[in-house]
């Protein structure tokens, strides 16, 4: 089951890596076409000036990992300076205590925010990226302001009813995508510190359900618990050495972090 969190802000995109040209519902190039130097809110601005207000940026969090949920944020910021925050760009290069400031600014001070958490066994019966483009769509339908256009990161968002563009580092290049990035990093890690309350010997806590030496360790020792993604080749390698292993209830199934109204 995907859980959907949506948020909106009470008040009130630096870097490019490359040139992007921005397209219309039809595929047909806009005018403006962001500089290299134009800074991370430069691909809002030039959709803004093209018509395209608000735009939404959306980006996940837990691919690479095998064990907990994968996270999905979609934000969309202010227009203009009431927009701007500080500091934005891909959360994986940020401390984390400097994550949690940018979540606590983003939530109070974005237009809207939502995020969506999609269980371990959702991706063990219909696959990563499925889950991945599903969970975009439907961070993207939880916005309660509806996008005029959407970037994402990496991947593109097939069957929605606005234009959008996927964008490599999207959230080094777009402010609205590295702000959806710390949505969905935050919430996630969240998770896997409340996991680590449950299953102290896998320690959650500190690698966040990604492939450390630590955890392969714990793995090898202790087998899966039921918030590992079975059908990964690590997870299944380690309930062959430890036969069976009673699953029981699975956990966790439509959780939410709490968000603003």
Known sequence: MISDMP?????????????????CMKGR???????????????????????????AGVDEAGRGACAGPLVVGAVILRGGRRG????????????PARREELY?????????????????????RIGLHRCNITGMRRALAALPERPAYVLSDGFPVPGLEVPGLAMIKGDQVAACVAAASVIAKV?????????????????FDLHKGYVTRA??????KHGPCPEHRFSYVN????????GDVALGEVPGEGRTEGARA
């Open 7 to 23: 948020g909106r802000g009470h008040s009130g995109g630096d870097g490019g890596s490359g040139r992007r040209t921005l397209r």
């Open 29 to 55: 190039p806009l005018r403006f076409t962001p500089r290299r130097d134009a800074g991370l809110f430069a691909y809002e601005r030039a959709l803004e000036h093209a018509g395209f207000a608000p735009v």
């Open 84 to 95: 701007t925050i500080e500091g934005l760009t891909d959360s994986k290069l940020l401390t």
């Open 104 to 124: 606590g600014e983003i939530t109070e001070r974005a237009l809207a925010w939502s995020a969506v958490v999609i269980p371990c066994h959702d991706i063990d």
């Open 187 to 203: 919430t996630r890690d969240r998770i896997l510190v409340r996991l680590h309350e449950r299953y102290p010997e896998y320690g």
């Open 215 to 220: 955890h392969s360790e714990a793995l090898k």
């Open 235 to 242: 997870v299944g390698r380690a309930v062959r050495n430890n």
